[in-house]
């Protein structure tokens, strides 16, 4: 394109060479250069066409046919100028009414995304704070479980006590429910100290002082200690006799079978023990988590909650500018019932019984919420009292299920009145719609709608 331009100037006598005017030959001056290469035409050509047009002006005047004249006064150039100002106007105007088009067009697109860019910055924004409130809370779990294990207590390893093994060939069987249960309970058997076996007079002594309440070496204890071996002696001398004609294989026998049953006896009462120990165990463990993990986790939740409402104020602002506007309808426009269903999102064809049984259903799941939001609030701040009845309790939630049903069961009979009161009340409108109009047919009034 340079070079054809150029050999089309060059022949007009431009002084410059080809790299020169390669230099020049850029942007708007690159199209007026080609605009000037096509339209000059030079001395000789131009000399020709006055030649030529002077020829055809004497012609003109010595012939006698009627012919338009070559030229043209002032008036017809201005005439001419002037229409064709009206056309560039025309089409001026045409391409200036289009960029103002697009122009509107790419402002409106550009606010549309302008609001969608400020509603993800404020996501974003709301994301990381989230981020970084859940990123502390598993600091302070973490945190939390290392001073739990700081402030637990070391078990000091106790030494295994020697028992004696009983000399018996008689195996018992236990119904084992668990057997990690059954390890447990013989591990901690084995840290029990043996319990002494204490002769029949003494146990007898200490029995009797257990029923008196008194103490082992009371007077009265004695008394009635004097009296029992007494009486066992004379019972004794009594049946002595018949005693001896007892057969020797069945006394045996009644003494192994008394020794079974103490054995047995004595490994429940170690089990007992066990288990009591683990028990005592477990729950101090638990107490000491509950005094100490508890107040962190209620403070920690107190946190989450208040600084939480500016976030809920931030998430209502972003849906309410992202929330399409509305046209703004007059309260009285619409009935009772359509203002139920239009807050219960419901369509304007649902019925009443429809209605009614969203509404108890979405009244139902509000009880819900607030039991279960009132029970772990009161979980957290106050903890029952140990000494609780669980009969009370039973008693106190029966009475509170009554209180909400009775509760519930108002709220429905009132807005079932309240459907029916509207239901009655659009009928007798549409009677009263119905005798207007039947009587501006009858008089002959239009009418106003």
Same mark, same amino acid.
């Given at each position: 394109?340079?070079?054809?331009?150029?050999?089309?100037?060059?022949?007009?006598?431009?002084?410059?060479?080809?790299?020169?005017?390669? #230099?020049?030959?850029?942007?708007?001056?690159?199209?007026?250069?080609?605009?000037?290469? +096509?339209?000059?035409?030079?001395?000789?050509?131009?000399?020709?066409?006055?030649?030529?047009?002077?020829?055809?002006?004497?012609? +003109?005047?010595?012939?006698? %046919?009627? +012919?338009?004249?070559?030229?043209?006064?002032?008036?017809?150039?201005?005439?001419?100028?002037?229409?064709?100002?009206?056309?560039?106007?025309?089409?001026?105007?045409?391409?200036?009414?289009?960029?103002?088009?697009?122009?509107?067009?790419?402002?409106?697109?550009?606010?549309?995304?302008?609001?969608?860019?400020?509603?993800?910055?404020?996501? @974003?924004?709301?994301?990381?704070?989230?981020?970084?409130?859940?990123?502390?809370?598993?600091?302070?779990?973490?945190?939390?479980?290392?001073?739990?294990?700081?402030?637990?207590?070391?078990?000091?390893?106790? &030494?295994?006590?020697?028992?004696?093994?009983?000399?018996?060939?008689?195996?018992?069987?236990?119904?084992?429910?668990?057997?990690?249960?059954?390890?447990?309970?013989?591990?901690?058997?084995?840290?029990?100290?043996?319990?002494?076996?204490?002769?029949?007079?003494?146990?007898?002594?200490?029995?009797?002082?257990?029923?008196?309440?008194?103490?082992?070496?009371? &007077?009265?204890?004695?008394?009635?200690?004097?009296?029992?071996?007494?009486?066992?002696?004379?019972?004794?001398?009594?049946?002595?006799?018949?005693?001896?004609?007892?057969? &020797?294989?069945?006394?045996?026998?009644?003494?192994?079978?008394?020794?079974?049953?103490?054995?047995?006896?004595?490994? @429940?009462?170690?089990?007992?023990?066990?288990?009591?120990?683990?028990?005592?165990?477990?729950?101090?463990?638990?107490?000491?988590?509950?005094?100490?993990?508890?107040?962190?986790?209620?403070?920690?939740?107190?946190?989450?909650?208040?600084?939480?409402?500016?976030?809920?104020?931030?998430?209502?602002?972003?849906?309410?500018?992202?929330?399409?506007?509305?046209?703004?309808?007059?309260?009285?426009?619409?009935?009772?019932?359509?203002?139920?269903?239009?807050?219960?999102?419901?369509?304007?064809?649902?019925?009443?019984? #429809?209605?009614?049984?969203?509404?108890?259903?979405?009244?139902? +799941?509000?009880?819900?919420?607030?039991?279960?939001?009132?029970?772990?609030?009161?979980? @957290?701040?106050?903890? &029952?009292?140990?000494?609780?009845?669980?009969?009370?309790?039973?008693?106190?939630?029966?009475?509170?299920?009554?209180? #909400?049903?009775?509760?519930?069961?108002?709220?429905?009979?009132?807005?079932?009145?309240?459907?029916?009161?509207?239901?009655?009340? %659009?009928?007798?409108?549409?009677?009263?719609?119905?005798?207007?109009?039947?009587?501006?047919?009858?008089?002959?009034?239009?009418?106003?709608?």
């Amino acid at each position: 394109m340079a070079e054809s331009s150029y050999a089309a100037l060059s022949a007009l006598g431009v002084p410059l060479t080809l790299e020169e005017y390669k #230099t020049i030959f850029n942007g708007p001056l690159a199209e007026l250069l080609t605009f000037l290469s +096509q339209h000059l035409v030079g001395r000789q050509a131009a000399a020709n066409v006055r030649t030529t047009l002077l020829l055809a002006q004497e012609a +003109q005047a010595k012939s006698r %046919l009627k +012919q338009p004249a070559t030229t043209r006064s002032r008036a017809d150039k201005a005439v001419a100028r002037l229409s064709a100002a009206k056309t560039s106007f025309e089409v001026f105007s045409k391409e200036l009414e289009e960029i103002q088009k697009k122009t509107q067009t790419a402002t409106t697109r550009l606010t549309t995304l302008q609001r969608e860019l400020d509603t993800k910055r404020k996501t @974003l924004l709301l994301l990381n704070v989230l981020k970084a409130k859940h990123q502390i809370s598993v600091l302070r779990i973490e945190a939390l479980t290392r001073d739990t294990k700081a402030l637990k207590p070391p078990t000091p390893p106790q &030494p295994l006590p020697t028992l004696p093994f009983p000399n018996s060939n008689t195996f018992i069987t236990v119904p084992r429910t668990s057997h990690t249960r059954d390890k447990l309970a013989d591990l901690h058997r084995l840290f029990l100290p043996p319990k002494p076996i204490h002769e029949p007079q003494e146990r007898l002594k200490r029995a009797i002082a257990r029923l008196l309440d008194t103490d082992v070496n009371h &007077p009265d204890t004695k008394r009635v200690l004097e009296h029992c071996l007494e009486y066992l002696r004379n019972h004794s001398a009594d049946t002595g006799d018949a005693g001896k004609r007892l057969d &020797p294989r069945t006394l045996d026998a009644k003494a192994q079978s008394n020794r079974d049953k103490a054995l047995k006896l004595q490994s @429940l009462i170690d089990r007992y023990t066990a288990l009591r120990l683990v028990c005592v165990d477990d729950l101090a463990k638990l107490s000491h988590k509950s005094t100490t993990a508890l107040p962190a986790l209620r403070q920690s939740l107190i946190e989450a909650a208040q600084a939480a409402k500016g976030h809920i104020d931030v998430l209502r602002k972003c849906i309410a500018v992202a929330a399409p506007d509305k046209p703004q309808e007059k309260f009285g426009s619409t009935s009772f019932a359509s203002r139920i269903k239009e807050a219960c999102g419901m369509h304007e064809s649902a019925t009443t019984a #429809t209605v009614l049984e969203h509404i108890e259903r979405a009244i139902r +799941q509000s009880h819900c919420r607030e039991d279960l939001l009132r029970a772990s609030t009161t979980a @957290l701040v106050i903890p &029952p009292p140990p000494s609780l009845d669980i009969a009370t309790l039973l008693a106190t939630k029966a009475a509170h299920l009554r209180t #909400t049903q009775a509760a519930h069961e108002r709220e429905v009979d009132l807005l079932t009145r309240k459907a029916a009161k509207a239901d009655a009340g %659009l009928a007798r409108a549409a009677d009263v719609d119905a005798v207007i109009a039947n009587w501006r047919k009858v008089v002959g009034v239009k009418s106003r709608d």
